[in-house]
């Protein structure tokens, strides 16, 4: 279609015109009614359509010229909107406006709810109403600022440092793999041991649950683009997608290397690890089955990994998945191996996409 190649530097555009295309000409239930008994009205006579149908004379005249008057489209039939032309505004004191300003700077972000308190207090040793806690909430979405206070950082030449928020992929909405290596999710666990900081960098491809970790005692970019390449050389399916959360090992170097191989990088909401659901499993599972049980092994690296790798073995070639209807990783991706030469023996098990 043309509009695929008009605005493709148009950022939403490709949305905003299949929401356009989808409504286009689009007509209700309820206007082809209308139109139904339009129609009977011309065939049958304006007397004998007011006992069939329960319509006004005068309704009946006001259809015809709003069709009349769109050229016949029975678009123009559809429910209008019943909102008011003239609304309310909200026209509060400047004193009542003010003050909640004064509290959403002297105690930065407030929330209405904790708002309202002081507010009423002030209200009435002023002799003012005081508006609810809904209003108060509409009143601070009413401003350009939403009277929000944003802490001032200064760099070491005394400069204000302006805060850019890059925009960052999100993993899509109701977002399922349907096949391995569409997504793989990366996450760290953070560890002490004896005053020594170390960090176990885990993967798993959230199609087959195939998994890998690594333990290291550095935590950067780096470290995770190493660890990356690992990866690469052990799953044996190509990566299209990268989750990881905002850590920042998971910038810089990592997030040009998944540049560089045209990989997208999705990242997850701020606080809401339940977007990295399989990877977080992962970790508490990987640390109930062998980190507790080698903690000290975590002082010499080389060591703890060696281990690991020995779990991890067991881990995606034999221990049942119950996610993997009880089977291991590999069996599971040996199965859609042969799934893919159109082999119909696994056809009546519903767990997996078409």
Known sequence: ?????????????????????RYLDMITKKALYKAKILGFWAKHGLQTTLDAFPVKRRTLYNWKRSLRDANGNNEALNDR???????????????????????????????????YPFLLSFCQSQQLPCPKIRTIGRIIADTTDKMRKVPVKINSKGKIIIRKKSDKLHKPKGFKACYPGEC???????????????????????????????????????????????????FPYNIHNVLTDHGGE?????????????RNHW????RTPKMNAHD???????????????????????????KLFDYLFWYNGERPHFS??????IQFLMIQSQLNKKCNMWWPDTMYCN
């Open 81 to 115: 909107s019943k909102r008011p032309k003239t609304l309310r505004k909200r026209n509060w004191p400047i004193t009542v406006i003010s003050q909640i300003r004064f509290l959403r700077s002297k105690y930065p972000n407030l929330s209405k709810e904790k708002i």
């Open 267 to 270: 990242h997850t909401y701020p």
């Open 324 to 329: 993997l209807n009880l089977r291991s990783p």
């Open 1 to 21: 279609m043309q509009y695929q190649h008009i605005g493709h530097k148009v950022k939403g555009f490709y949305s905003t015109a299949k929401y356009a295309l």
């Open 250 to 262: 998971f910038k810089k170097y990592f997030d040009s290397l998944l540049q560089v191989e045209q």
């Open 280 to 306: 977080e499993r992962f970790n508490r599972t990987i640390q109930e089955e062998f980190v507790d049980y080698h903690f000290e092994d975590l002082l010499d690296l080389n060591s703890f990994n060696n």
């Open 184 to 234: 793989a999710a990366l996450d760290t666990i953070e560890l002490f041991v004896y005053g020594y900081r170390r960090y176990i960098i885990t993967f798993i491809d959230l199609f087959s649950r195939f998994a890998f970790a690594w333990a290291t005692n550095s935590h950067t970019s780096q470290t995770a683009s190493k660890f990356f390449l690992l990866v690469k050389t052990i």
